[in-house]
């Protein structure tokens, strides 16, 4: 604007003079001053652009500290959310495994959650089979409990006579009798050896069988594991003995059992072995 009032006083200034114009003079001096602001505004402006510089360089650094950090894309986050996914979807992985290998299997009943053992492999003892079995048993008549278990046999004999009578009272035995069955020769050696040994032949899911059998003032027992037993009979497998007449039994029971091992001699061995006296 001041260059623009220099130039417009100037003219108007150089036809007053020429016209002999008294305000000439004025026009001129107004001129000057035009002239001088032009100068003035050159020499301020380019100190003011350089002042102006770094002021809009501080704002723009502080308007990009204010500006919030930009989303991230769809497209990242997808990719992340389908990484997390998968991690979690292999940790699931091998925690089932492990809990598989090492837990046993579950099964829910309505509200309540059962555990069932996972080795089912083994088969569980015939619980009448076997209350039947001992029936025949050497020394039946005075047998108090039989207890059968999952795959093992427990069976008791009375303590006494006194205890054998107060549970028969019809019977026609008398203390005499009693005594005598279980004194004469090596019946109790017998009863623990060879009905423990008829028992694992006649039952294969048992793996173990107890007897117990007072008399005379002493407890004899037994508890017989079948590995034990397979071992002592130099490595027969009772499995393979089963037979379907268990009185009279088959060629191979009595090949590789009760012909070669049924003697004093050896009963003597087993008891040595297997048969606690208390």
């Keep these: 604007m001041a260059s623009i009032a220099f130039i417009v006083y100037l003219v108007l200034a150089i036809r007053s003079k020429k016209k002999g114009s008294p305000k000439a003079k004025q026009q ?22 350089q002042t102006t510089q770094p002021e809009q360089a501080a704002a723009s650094q502080e308007v990009a500290k204010a500006e919030p950090a930009q989303p991230t894309t769809a497209t990242e986050t ?19 495994e492990t809990e598989t290998a090492s837990e046993p299997v579950k099964a829910t009943e309505g509200k309540e959650t059962i555990y069932v053992d996972a080795d089912t492999t083994t088969q569980a003892l015939d619980k009448e089979a076997v209350l039947a079995y001992a029936g025949i048993l050497r020394g039946s008549p005075f047998i108090k409990d039989v207890n059968v278990g999952k795959n093992d046999i427990s069976i008791a ?3 006494s006579f006194k205890q054998y009578k107060a549970a028969n009272p019809q019977s026609q035995a008398t203390q005499d009798i009693y005594n005598d069955y279980f004194s004469t ?14 028992l694992l032949k006649e039952f294969p899911a048992a793996n173990e069988i107890k007897i117990t059998l007072p008399f005379g003032g002493d407890t004899y027992s037994i508890d017989l594991k079948e590995d034990e037993a397979e071992q002592f009979y130099g490595g027969v497998d009772f499995d393979t003995l089963k037979t379907s007449d ?8 009595r090949a590789q059992i009760s012909d070669k091992y049924f003697n004093k001699a050896d009963r003597q061995s087993f008891v040595d072995q297997f048969v606690q006296v208390n």
């Excluded at 992340?80 to 091998?94: G, V």
């Excluded at 020769?185 to 008829?198: A, F």
Aim: charged share 20%; hydrophobic share 40%.
């Design 28 to 49: 001129f001096k107004i001129m000057w001053v035009s002239l001088a602001v032009v100068v003035l505004v050159g020499i301020i402006n380019p100190n003011k652009a």
């Design 185 to 198: 020769g090596d019946t109790i050696n017998k009863i623990l050896m060879e009905e423990s040994t008829r």
């Design 157 to 159: 004999y009375f303590s």
């Design 78 to 96: 997808t990719t992340s959310e389908t990484k997390k996914q998968s991690d979690d979807q292999q940790a699931a992985a091998s925690t089932t």
């Design 246 to 253: 268990p009185v009279d039994g088959n060629s191979e029971w």
